[in-house]
Nanobody, 120 residues
Framework: QVQLVESGGGSVQAGGSLRLSCAAS????????MGWFRQAPGKEREKVAR????????SYADSVKGRFTISQDNAKKTLYLQMNSLKPEDTATYYC?????????????WGQGTQVTVSS
């Protein structure tokens, strides 16, 4: 059984930093892509960043480019999201996702989320 457990969320002032972690357990089939998503109250879920599990190819939403960095430690089966220069509009519940297809559009596995709150 695959489990994704996020950690590292919390409350921070604007301009601050947080590092999210997503620890995976179990065997993840066809794990071409992993990603971070977020959802704020009343808004649609947004793909924040994605990374191909083989190699280092990454991409980011325009709203976080230059501020967030996605990375992975395959040995530890852990996905990270380093978030710098945080803004109040980054406030959301952040989810990691695994088992993504080659287009990083459909993910099989999801974590339960970790809350990030940025105050001005």
């Amino acid at each position: 059984q695959v489990q994704l457990v996020e950690s590292g969320g919390g409350s921070v002032q604007a301009g601050g930093s947080l590092r999210l972690s997503c620890a995976a357990s179990g065997y993840i089939t066809s794990n071409v892509c992993m990603g971070w998503f977020r959802q704020a109250p009343g808004k649609e879920r947004e793909k924040v960043a994605r990374i191909y599990t083989r190699g280092t190819s990454t991409s980011y939403a325009d709203s976080v480019k230059g501020r967030f960095t996605i990375s992975q430690d395959n040995a530890k089966k852990t996905l990270y999201l380093q978030m710098n220069s945080l803004k109040p509009e980054d406030t959301a519940t952040y989810y990691c996702a695994a088992g993504g297809d080659i287009w990083c559009d459909v993910f099989k596995y999801w974590g339960q989320g970790t809350q990030v709150t940025v105050s001005s």
